[in-house]
């Protein structure tokens, strides 16, 4: 088989892109590489998961150290090495008492937290600190920032500090401690989690029920909409208006000021979707990061909303450790303040950063002062929640003004535009030439009106939709990934395939290993065919064989007493039959619910099958179809 240079050139390119650390594009989880790459590693990982938890573990650490290698190049092997450090530290605290103990407990902490400022603040203390209160002119060569640093160093800090407080006090080997602390969906944008929320499920090494495989697709999905379709696209506007205000009219300032509310929270949230979703079909609960922030009626709300991972970690090892409201209102009021700057200096090294954690410190404060000192608060009415809400959200999005621009010069253009340029004549104008931008807008407020309730159905019934449906909607999100995957739409103009055809090939494949795969799912019986079936065993009038046993997480116990099984029976049957709703053959809110949970007891065992499968069809397709090519008289291309 003879190949061309430019073949092996190209397929060359294209391993080096997918293996190789490139700083100018480093893997994101919503792309088209990482989805490639997850599909290989989520078969080998079912494998293993039911073979041997010691080896899934190993397997998952290597893979979350290559996806930091492919996000921060070799800064990756300080994941290992940190870990190590205070794994060893920490077990070491667990013997000891006292002074010993607590300053145990201090050389984890000061040893993450140098970790961070050195990577995240050294050229802000230098730079913006010490220069400008010296008036020197120092400079260091740029750090790079490894991404993730600060939700890895606040992981670290908090299994510490609840190892030192005994608030998590389970056994913990090394290799569980680096799989807590390098799992790769937390290390980009979290949710921070806590140790007692990861280890004992992954003790316990359970397989991700179906009804966790599809609620984890739905989050990866909803993350692709809120963060490669619409905040990507609202970030290109944004991005033109704050770079550049000057040349913008006020009505475009303005529309950029509430805008990037709006972008900020589709690109965080929606990364925090598919993070939560992807370790949900690796079988792991991650707690939720977002809980409609925007409908928030106070600052101290929006906090117990907006970053809630965060909000909580900042409260439990920053705000409670100063003295909480254990000393005093002023003192409370001091520590809230504080905890906000300390939160504002996290988010990035930059006064702006801290103007933005000084504000939101300020409206905690206005808050809890009117609200629990004077006792004023706005009435709990249609317009008072109405006027508590426009407070709250132009209050947070003149924040977030501080949060995006590159510096007070910049936003003071801004808001001078807005000032002295601002007429509501450009409306119209701007409709007419942004109408997408605005729907978008509009759209996502609009989705502030979504109750809780309302969303959980919206799950439940992407859950309950056909696979084909779910494959089709999935195809839909990720070809917009993959139209503006610039490499991978490089790769095949250069091999001269036909974009399109391949991307409809892949599809064709894979819906075709999908269905052959269909005999690999098994279904459990739904609760109602349980009952009656269990029912029917009143039909033999004889309970005296019986057994039942009863599996729980405090033990096993069997019954064997002919009167008590008789007599389950008999209530079950009855409690059945009341239950029944046999009206216009409508079924009840109980047999509706009952058929959901029948969907949801479905389980995969089939990942590698269909994987192979898939391989092997376009490895096949390829070799009967040789010359693939837009123009097939100047070369062909084999890829396998």
Known sequence: ????????????????????????????????????????????YTLLKSYSRTAMMMYVICFSLFFAYKVNGMVMW??????????????????HEGKARKVLLTFVVLVDLALLCYFKYTNFIIGDVVNEMFSTNFSLQSIALPVGISFYTFQAISYAVDTYKRKFDM??????????????????????????????????????????????????????????MLSDYIAQFNNWVFDAPQTFSGFENLAALIGYPVQIFLDFSGYSDMSIGVAAILGFYLPDNFYFPYRSLSVTEFWRRWHISLSFWFRDYVYIPLGGNRKGKVRMYFNNFLTMLVAGLWHGSSWMFVIWGALHGFGLVVHKFFSRQLGISIPRTLAGNSLSWLITYLYICFAWSFFRAKDLGVLGKMYDKVANDFSIDYLVPFFHARPAWTL??????????????????????????????????????????????????????????????????????????????????????????????????????????????????????????????????????????????????????????TMLDNRFNEKTESNSKMIWLFASLLKYFFEQNPNLMVNTKEASIRIF
């Open 440 to 593: 978008c807008i509009i759209g996502v407020m609009l989705s502030y009106l979504f109750t809780e309730r309302q969303y959980h159905r919206l799950q439940a019934r992407f859950i309950l939709l056909p696979w084909v449906a779910k494959l089709l909607l999935f195809i839909i999100l990720k070809y917009n990934s993959y139209i503006a995957a610039d490499d991978l739409q490089d790769i095949i103009k250069g091999l001269q395939l036909d974009a399109d055809a391949f991307w409809l090939l892949i599809m064709f494949c894979f819906d075709y290993a999908y269905s052959i795969c269909l005999t690999g799912f098994t279904y459990n019986d739904s609760e109602k065919e349980t009952i009656e079936k269990f029912i029917a065993l009143m039909h033999s009038n004889d309970s005296s064989n019986m057994k039942l046993s009863l599996k729980t997480e405090k033990g096993n116990m069997d019954i064997c007493n002919k009167f008590i099984i008789s007599n389950l029976l008999k209530w079950i049957k009855q409690g059945y039959e009341q239950s029944k709703n046999t009206e216009n053959n409508r079924l009840s809110k109980k047999e509706f619910q």
């Open 1 to 44: 088989m003879n190949y061309s240079t430019f073949e092996i050139s190209a397929l060359w390119h294209w391993i080096e892109r997918l293996f190789v650390y490139q700083a100018d594009s480093p893997l994101m989880m919503g792309s088209i590489p990482f989805a490639l790459l997850f599909i290989f590693f989520l078969a080998i």
């Open 78 to 95: 300080m994941l290992p090495l940190t870990a190590c450090i205070n794994y060893a530290v920490t077990q070491e605290m667990r013997l």
């Open 171 to 228: 056994e913990v080997t090394l290799l569980e401690y680096c799989f807590y602390l390098t799992f790769f969906p937390l290390l980009m944008a979290g949710p921070i989690t806590r140790a007692a929320n990861l280890i004992p499920r992954l003790k316990r090494n359970e397989q991700a029920s179906s009804r966790m495989l599809w609620t984890g697709l739905f989050l990866i999905m909803l993350g692709l909409v809120k963060k490669n």
